[in-house]
């Protein structure tokens, strides 16, 4: 660690690699310089980056460490970059990426434990709210089921009573209707009545002015 950086060393475990890596370690940090650019120098072109004071060579040793760190890392510790890449960057990478979903490598009690128990208590967690969601929604359901219930009661309560309202008033009709009707047959039979009695006072009116002529006559 320099500064607070921590710098990758070549591993030197490895007898195949440990002569070079060794001597190479002790050339870290390595300065490099890159460019997708080819300068032409002298009668070279040349990848190179153009600076106000200069021109930085990549493949120049003298001038940046690319040749250095391109040898280590392709020619000689390429399964190694491989192995770190894999078990090293790319799990803490998942982990990282785990840690912000929710899911973390220790319980509360700060005990170790698996990303298979990791999963299943996560996993129960979500379940568990999922259920709770769940009556909460029912429970809503219910009450909204109930209140219409209710509502459709006061409805039908309500037509009942128009229903027997217009029920009385039917009835009310029906008997108005037969005493219009009694009425009605008593008025014609007493027109009738008084009908027959005005005949019957006309014809003994006649009677007697008849009568009445022929005294007359005889005297």
């Known amino acids: 660690v320099s500064n607070g950086v921590q710098i990758s060393q070549f591993p030197t475990d490895d007898e195949s690699v440990a002569e070079v890596n060794g001597p190479m370690n002790a ?8 460019s997708t650019e080819e300068l032409k120098i002298g009668n070279k072109m040349m990848k190179a980056r153009q600076y106000p004071w200069g021109t930085v060579q990549v493949e120049n040793e003298a001038h940046c460490d690319f040749v250095k760190l391109r040898e280590m890392l392709i020619h000689v ?3 190694d970059l491989h192995k770190q890449a894999h ?12 840690e912000e979903m929710g899911f973390k490598d220790t319980h509360p009690d700060s005990k170790p434990f698996t990303l298979q128990e990791t999963y299943e208590a996560k996993r129960n967690e979500f379940l568990g709210e999922l259920q709770k969601k769940e009556e909460t929604m029912r429970q809503m359901f219910v009450q909204c089921v109930k209140g219409k219930e209710a509502e459709l009661k006061e409805v039908e ?16 009709k029906s008997s108005l209707d037969d005493e219009v ?4 047959q008593r008025k014609t039979a007493g027109e009738l009545l008084q009908s027959q009695a005005q005949q019957a006072g006309g014809l003994q009116t006649l009677k007697r002015d008849k009568e009445s002529k022929n005294v007359l006559g005889w005297m």
């Open 27 to 34: 050339h870290l940090p390595f300065a490099v310089t890159g």
């Open 77 to 79: 510790n390429m399964e």
């Open 87 to 98: 078990t090293r960057h790319c799990e803490l990478y998942q982990q990282c990426k785990l």
């Open 157 to 172: 309560k309500e037509l009942h009573k128009k229903f027997d309202c217009l029920k009385k008033l039917e009835d009310k």
């Open 181 to 184: 009707n009694v009425f009605k």
